[in-house]
Each structure stands twice: as structure tokens, then as C-alpha cells.
């Protein structure tokens, strides 16, 4: 991917000189018009006033093809799709925080956010994000919100990843009222990157990540044949005794 590509693919990058790095990931499409967006900027802001190193991509920035469910990925490990998947994959396996925001769409997460999410099926199953942080925001004209943050929360705890409270604004008819959350919205972001430095532990969401880890153990147990690396890395980390 070129350079110039790349830049305008991440907006409003910070960087504060610190190791500690939070990205954002929007999937509305109205990118700079969106409220959802503006949730996670403040959010990335309390994040950058604490410290971290941010940045926000949105996803309509990338083409993401859908899942095709032809099993490569749980074969070889790779995907036969061809787009700007790995280039977000890699940005948030280098991230230490995750943010995601999604605004909701007939009760649910929007088309594009559900289709990076199905993409992420394969570290799900070999928990290559595990071990990260992060919380989600939502907004919504009147309903929906907060069931769009807890599916957003369900899906990273499936991924490994240890989650914070979050937050969904219903914008009603005043469009301004995404506006008025700021404080809340910087104050999540520094809770984030405090949890991260802390390394804040959360026993009862722990307790469902080694259940769901159990479960994916026996796939990675299946493919052992095709992907002996990935067993062996499951076997040294003890997840697979
Ligand atoms: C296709 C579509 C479906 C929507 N579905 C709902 C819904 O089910 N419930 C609701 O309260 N608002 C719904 N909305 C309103 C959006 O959730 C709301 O305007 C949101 O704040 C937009 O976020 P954005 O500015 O970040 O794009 C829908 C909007 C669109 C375009």
C-alpha cells in the first residue's frame, strides 16, 4: 500500500513520545460527519492526554470484502481475500488498546462494522489479540445503544481481549446531544490507558476468555496437522496441556 494511502486512511494521529499505543475503529459511514466518530476522537483524546500514542481509522476508509466462509483462514491461516483487512489487523495487533465505535442500525452494529468483525474469525479461534484492552462506544437515534456496546464488548472478551465499561448516546432530535458526553467520553480513555499500564484485572470477564479458550482449544487441537506452529505456540503459553 502507498505511503499517501496509508496517512489518509488514519486520522487525527497523536503521538506523545510514549510506547503505549490506542486505536480507534469507526464504522459509521459518514466518517467526518459522524457522532459516533466524534465519541471515539474524545475518547482518543482523554487516552492522548494521559499519555498514549492514537489513532482512528474508519472503516469505510478500507475495502474489506466479507466472509466467504471458505475455511482458508482456519486452514492455512490465511485469508484468500486480497484488501485492506491486514493492514488493520496488523495496526491492532500492535496497538495495546482498542476502541471501537459503532452507530446502530436496525438494533445492531453497522454492515460494515459486522463485516470486519466476521473477518476477524480466525484470531478469535487462535486468540492472537489476547491480552489487550479496550471499550466501545454507540450511538443511536432513540434505542439500541447500549445492546450495541455489550455486543461490541461480547465480541473482544471472544477475541481475548479485556474490556471496559462503555458508552451509547441516543441522539434523538437534538443532534446536538452527541456533543455533550465529552467529559465522559476522556474520561474512558483515560481509564483505558490506566487499566493498560496497571494491567487491571477483571476476574469475572477472565473467567469467561479461559472458557471460550477451552472451547477454541479443541479447533486449534483439529488443525494441529496443518498449523503445528500455532499448536505448538498454544501448548508453550499452557493453554493446551
Ligand atoms: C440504516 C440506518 C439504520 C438505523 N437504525 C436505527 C435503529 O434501529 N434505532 C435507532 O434508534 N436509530 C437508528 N438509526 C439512527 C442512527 O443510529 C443514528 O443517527 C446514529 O447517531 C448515527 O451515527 P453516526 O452519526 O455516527 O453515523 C439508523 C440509521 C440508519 C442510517
Redesign the pocket.
Known sequence: MERGAVQAMIQGMTRPGEDLRILGI?G???EI???????LQWVLAGAAATGAETELVDLTSLRIEACTACESCSLTGQCVHTDGFPFLYERMADADGIVL????????V?GQMKVFIDRLADAIHYQTLSGKYRCAV????????EEVVSYLNHVLNYLGILTLEGIS???GNDPDS?FGPEERSRNLGGMLTRAIRTREQFPAQSAVIRENRAFFARIVEQNRDWRPDEYAEWVRKGWIT
Open positions: 469507526s459509521s459511514p459518514r460527519r459522524s457522532r459516533t466518530r466524534k465519541l465505535g459503532s452507530p446502530v442500525y436496525i438494533d445492531h453497522t454507540a450511538t443511536t437515534w432513540s434505542s439500541g445503544g448516546v441516543a441522539t452527541a
